[in-house]
Every structure is written in structure tokens, then in C-alpha cells.
């Protein structure tokens, strides 16, 4: 009895071999059948019926429904929000999936039509969820890739109508957009682009200039990664607004491109105030294992332990000693873990080592000094 219950139970799984195995009039059946009681069901039904006749019919119901959502105008209230993007991202999907295959440049054509009802869908929608925002930045980023499959012929176009699509752009649905359309751009198309944002700008004033400087702020560094030209990615930093965080990331892009020595210049400029200690000393410590200086790496690497206890920094400390010195240096510095002045991060790093033996004496020694409600 068992068995057979085993055996009804894998009768029931679904797969597409299952699925196909009912037959097309028992299928049709039940496709029409959810049809009536799912209208987002249906229309996706109606869109893969047009997708079997001819592109220009496909590209006709996703379009006619596309202008339907843009200019409705009732509000979505937070509990609707799921079903409206639902029915957003399968119009998504079906522009990259059927439409696509039928034809790239219908599939750009309505991509940006979907793109177009970002700002009034987020204008009358409670997106709270963040689910609206998602689709759309999905679909920015997935028109740049139809732009790379349709092998834009004119990059300089190509440049102008992304920069048209950022700079229009007041939810961030195109922040992506530069970057997956950077293949088709190729490096000519991003000179070209870099170029255009930089005349544009100089045409701002007043609060339109401050706009436009947020975006010009994000986009030339990004065009500078793209073209992997780390001078170029300095020259976006203004040399008085520097800090902490600007500095580390122009010191890992150096060290990336072996400019090591370079880098140390950037790590240890004096700065106002630093929010970003640990990645400061993680890229100094990269630095000089790029520059070969083993002194130097075992120094900065004790400095890490003595600062944030990181047990694998002490491994490496520890694996770098000369022969039979490791035991010793290791006792010492769980001793010097035990005084370590935050007591919870003490036990986590003696537990984790694991030393269980120091690890119960201080929780017993500085019991008073133990955060009960560090839960991680």
C-alpha cells in the first residue's frame, strides 16, 4: 500500500514531458479554462498565439497593451502593486524572449515603449515593495542587450539615445543601462558618449547643472571602468572633495591595473575623517604584497589583527614566520585576544578559532562586558 501511495504521488509531478503527455485538446482545455479566471493568464495566451503568425501581430498586442497601462490613471494602492508587476514583467519577457527571436529592432522599438511607463506607473503606484523599480531596471538593463544583439550600426546614435534615456531618467531604471549596452557602444561609442555628457553639462545652470553634475558623477567614472583606463577614472575625482571612500576606490582600480606604488599614495593621504579603516588597511596590505615587500605585509598584517582580530590575517601572519616561531606568536596573540577591549568580538574570534578553553574563560572573566543582544 505504501508503494502504490509512493508511486501516485510521482504520477502527479509535473514536467514537461508530463505536460506534453495530457495531449493538445486536453491542454487547450485547461488553457482556456485559467484563461477565463487569470486575465494577465489570458493576454499572455493571446501574445503567444500572435508570436505564431508573424512578429509585426505580436509586436501589435504587447504595444497596444503597453499604452493601455500608460495612460490609465487610477492609483495602484501597495496590496495591487504585486499583479501590476507581474503583468509588467511578463510583457518584459515576452519582448526579450518571442518578440526578440522574431525581430531585434521590434524588440528595441517596444522595449523603450516599456521603458516609457516608469515614470507614470511610478507616479500613480504605492511601490513600497520595490517591485515596480525592479522590473523596470531590469528591462533598462535588458535594452541594452537587445542593442548589443541588434549590432547598433551608428555608435554615435547609439550614444545619443542612451544619453537621452539617462538624462530623462528620475528613478534610476537606467543606471544599468550604460553598462549592458557597452559592447555596442564599443570604445568609440563610449568616447562618443563621454563627449556628449560633457557638452551637455556645460550647457547647465542652476539647479538643472546640480542634476546633471549627480549624473555626470556616476556616468564618467563608469565609461572609464568600462574602458578599463584608470587615469581616466581618477580625473573624474575632484581633488577637493576627496575622502576616505574616493580614495580607496581609485587605490584598488591601481592596484588592479599593477600600479601598486601608486595606490599607497592615494591609501595613505590624510583625510578629515575616515569611515572605511578596514578597507584602507585590506588594500595597503594588497598593495605591498603586490610590490613584493614581505616586511611590510607581515607588519600590516599584525596591525589588521591587533585592530579587528581577523583570524585568517593571523593565519597568514602566523604561516609566514620562520620555523618554530609560529607556536609561540600564536599563544601570544590569543593572550592578546583575550585583553582585546570588545569583549563580544573577543569570544566570537576565540570560538571561531576555535580555543574554547580561552574562549569560556573570558566569557566567564568579562561576563559584565558581553553584548547579549549580539546575535551574529
Not at 73 to 79: A, H, K, L, M
Not at 169 to 174: A, P
Not at 258 to 277: K, T
Amino acid at each position: 500500500m505504501a508503494a502504490s501511495k509512493k508511486g501516485s504521488r510521482g504520477a502527479g509531478k509535473m514536467t514537461s514531458e508530463a505536460i506534453a503527455a495530457l495531449g493538445a485538446a486536453r491542454l487547450a482545455r485547461l488553457v482556456l479554462a485559467q484563461a477565463e479566471r487569470d486575465a494577465v493568464f489570458a493576454r499572455a495566451v493571446r501574445m503567444e498565439l500572435a508570436a505564431k503568425d508573424d512578429s509585426g501581430a505580436l509586436a501589435h498586442e504587447i504595444d497596444k497593451r503597453l499604452k493601455t497601462i500608460r495612460c490609465s490613471r487610477g492609483f495602484v494602492e501597495w496590496d495591487k502593486v504585486p499583479a501590476l508587476a507581474r503583468e509588467l514583467d511578463q510583457l518584459r519577457e515576452t519582448i526579450m524572449g518571442p518578440l526578440a527571436e522574431h525581430s531585434l529592432s521590434q524588440a528595441v522599438e517596444s522595449m523603450r515603449l516599456f521603458l516609457s511607463l516608469a515614470e507614470p506607473v511610478f507616479e500613480r503606484s504605492d511601490d513600497s515593495s520595490g517591485l515596480l523599480g525592479e522590473i523596470f531596471r531590469q528591462g533598462g538593463e535588458d535594452l541594452g542587450q537587445l542593442w548589443c544583439q541588434a549590432d547598433a550600426p551608428n555608435v554615435e546614435l547609439l550614444a545619443g539615445d542612451i544619453l537621452m534615456l539617462v538624462e530623462g531618467d528620475g528613478y534610476g531604471i537606467f543606471d544599468d543601462l550604460p553598462e549592458a549596452a557597452s559592447p555596442a557602444l564599443g570604445q568609440r561609442g563610449r568616447a562618443a558618449l563621454r563627449g556628449m555628457l560633457l557638452e551637455r553639462q556645460a550647457t547647465k545652470t542652476g539647479n538643472d547643472r546640480r542634476q546633471f553634475d549627480y549624473k555626470v558623477g556616476w556616468l564618467l567614472p563608469k565609461l572609464a571602468d568600462l574602458d578599463g583606463d584608470v587615469d581616466a577614472y581618477i580625473a573624474t575625482v575632484d581633488p577637493d572633495r576627496r575622502n576616505s571612500l574616493l580614495n580607496a576606490q581609485v587605490a584598488a582600480r591601481l592596484i588592479a591595473h599593477g600600479r601598486a606604488d601608486e595606490a599607497l599614495d592615494w591609501i595613505d593621504v590624510p583625510v578629515e575623517r575616515s569611515h572605511n579603516e578596514r578597507e584602507l588597511a585590506d588594500l595597503k596590505l594588497r598593495a605591498f604584497e603586490a610590490l613584493g615587500r614581505r616586511d611590510d605585509v607581515q607588519a600590516q598584517r599584525k596591525a589588521i589583527f591587533d585592530r579587528w582580530l581577523d583570524g585568517q590575517v593571523l593565519r597568514d601572519w602566523l604561516r609566514a614566520l620562520p620555523d618554530f616561531e609560529d607556536v609561540a606568536a600564536e599563544r601570544q596573540a590569543l593572550d592578546q585576544a583575550m585583553a582585546y577591549d570588545q569583549a563580544t568580538s573577543a569570544l566570537a574570534f576565540l570560538v571561531a578559532w576555535p580555543d574554547l578553553k580561552r574562549a569560556g574563560r573570558l566569557a566567564r572573566d568579562r561576563l559584565e562586558d558581553l553584548e547579549a543582544r549580539a546575535y551574529d
